[in-house]
């Protein structure tokens, strides 16, 4: 059977169960979650989305992490390295939720990067060593 998933984010004030049951109810069979940290307060805990699909039986297929601000890696400043640390933990939260695959924008909003440069790429070249470790089970640190 093919796969056919739909994001969780719909951006209206429906409750998280009954988003479910409605993705379910129109024919897809699975799910990306919306695991921003800001959303996490005014939906529900990710680990309680978690719990919901699996209690629908719809598999969930990737996460969406935090989007907001990744434009600043490709700049040098204080809020590149906050955006670095908040990808890799996303991705060890995910991770022990028992999501494979999260989804990162590398850039957001209508901001333009700045040119490509080797800090940005340093900074992501540690979110995908940070990823393998985590795919390897050898995350352990925090960040």
């Not at 429906?14 to 049951?21: K, M, N, W, Y």
């Not at 529900?44 to 978690?50: A, L």
């Not at 340093?122 to 390897?136: N, Y």
Request: charge should be negative; proline fraction near 3%.
């Amino acid at each position: 059977m093919k796969r056919i998933g739909i994001y969780t984010g719909m951006g209206y004030p429906v409750p998280f169960e009954d988003r479910v049951v409605a993705i379910k109810d129109a024919g897809f069979n699975v799910i990306c979650l919306d695991f921003e940290k800001n959303m996490e307060s005014s939906e529900t805990s990710w680990e309680n989305q978690v719990n919901i699909c699996h209690k629908h039986g719809m598999p969930i297929e990737t996460v969406h992490l935090t989007g907001s601000g990744t434009t600043q890696i490709w700049q040098d400043c204080e809020t590149a390295e906050y955006v670095t640390n908040r990808l890799i933990e996303e991705l060890g939260d995910m991770s022990a939720l028992g999501v494979g695959v999260g989804v990162a924008h590398i850039t957001w909003g209508y901001d333009v990067p700045n040119e490509p440069n080797q800090n940005a790429l340093d900074r992501f070249k540690r979110i995908t060593e940070a990823a393998e470790k985590i795919v390897q089970g050898d995350f352990t640190v925090r960040v």
